[in-house]
């Protein structure tokens, strides 16, 4: 992906209007009202704080949404509200829903995590094929990235950075360690379309988005044209800026070629994101033993337990076991299973980092269990 600020000057002025005269207030709700309004206080502090144009925030809570609310601006510049319906894309938590797709055809029988890649796949580089796909699932493949700091290998097409990638050496034995790479989640896509007999998106639409009720969400880039999609902002430093150049909030654009959207290519709403998250706690999507497996930390060939299981970043195991998605430096979900929770904040600001204050709204709708397992958060910075 390749990403750059526009040089564009923005109406600061238009972030100094109170955000409550943006938001878009939920269905009335009773048992947690008092929990509600501490998330409401603390999501706005915090986009004041954060410089946070535009967000939409959804709480699950023992199946149904208790929370859904849109603050700030869609689009800075013309004053575009966000609302419940604003398309916020998901990046790299688009991963969550692909990790679900290949559960769904490991459930139905297509699809055997356990075996290699050449099963499924052929004209793969003989040391690519012997990778298990749950190794491609949680990042343990050992395989060299098709994006570099710049884009797509060599800042071409997908067809030539595929070619470049392809001629690449391992860079370690699959297994022997986590290594977070864009090829992974390439390979599965490829993957499911052959399994299920469709391209990656249909099997999606069909399988996910029909089944749970997902109208809005959509797959793209900043330089598709996608109806209500929030704008994307950034405070850092333009490149021709001098060192000292004061902040200044400016546009921010990301590229994604189609073979690349089942690592990082959804645009959807906060709400959509917590009725999948329903749906999944409800046996709709995959039934409970696949959950259980696909949220159990895929181990190292030491024994270790690696920090992704499959197709989902293990936030933390304490004091209860968290998975989630994150993408972009802007979107965030945390599932809090043995709470019955979920926290889902979707923003349009690369560098809002959602995942880094969720656990405090986590905290507003009930106190977790008290377990000894630890690991540390796993954090991302502005890729895909």
Request: net charge positive; glycine share 8%.
């Amino acid at each position: 992906m390749r990403f750059s600020a526009l040089r564009t000057p923005v109406l600061l002025a238009a972030l100094a209007v109170p955000l409550a005269c943006f938001a878009a207030p939920s269905a009335p709700s009773t048992a947690w009202d008092p929990a509600n309004a501490q998330a409401r206080r603390f999501v706005q502090d915090t986009m004041q704080a954060r410089r946070i144009p535009g967000l939409q925030i959804a709480v699950v809570k023992d199946g149904q949404l208790v929370l859904t609310e849109a603050y700030g601006l869609a689009n800075v510049e013309n004053g575009v509200a966000a609302t419940r319906d604003t398309r916020f894309p998901l990046n790299s938590a688009t991963k969550s829903f692909t990790g679900v797709a290949m559960a769904q055809l490991a459930q139905a029988g297509r699809v055997d995590l356990q075996a290699p890649v050449s099963r499924y796949l052929d004209a793969l580089p003989p040391a690519w094929g012997k990778v298990q796909v749950r190794q491609l699932l949680a990042h343990t493949s050992g395989l060299p990235d098709i994006l570099d700091a710049q884009g797509l290998l060599g800042g071409s097409t997908e067809e030539q950075a595929w070619t470049q990638v392809t001629a690449l050496p391992v860079e370690a034995a699959p297994g022997e360690r986590f290594r977070y790479n864009q090829t992974n989640y390439v390979l599965l896509a490829r993957i499911i379309a052959r399994q299920a007999g469709m391209p990656y998106p249909q099997y999606m639409a069909r399988h996910q988005f029909d089944v749970v009720g997902m109208p809005r969400t959509t797959f793209g880039d900043s330089y598709d044209l996608v109806a209500d999609a929030a704008t994307i902002y950034s405070w850092f430093p333009r490149r021709t800026d001098a060192a000292d150049a004061p902040q200044r909030l400016s546009h921010w654009f990301y590229d994604l070629s189609p073979g690349l959207w089942a690592g990082a290519g959804m645009l959807t709403t906060a709400d959509e994101v917590g009725r999948w998250i329903i749906a999944l706690s409800q046996g709709k999507l995959l039934r409970p033993d696949g959950v259980r497996r696909m949220w159990t930390p895929e181990r190292l060939n030491n024994g270790e337990p690696g920090a992704w299981s499959a197709g989902w970043p293990i936030m933390g195991t304490a004091p209860d076991l968290q998975v989630g998605g994150m993408g972009g430096a802007r979107a965030a979900f945390i599932v809090y299973p043995e709470r019955r929770l979920a926290v889902v904040v979707l923003t349009n600001l690369v560098g809002a980092n959602p995942q880094d204050f969720i656990a405090p709204i986590a905290a507003f709708y009930g106190a977790a269990p008290t377990t000894d397992a630890s690991r540390p958060s796993t954090k991302r910075t502005a890729t895909p």
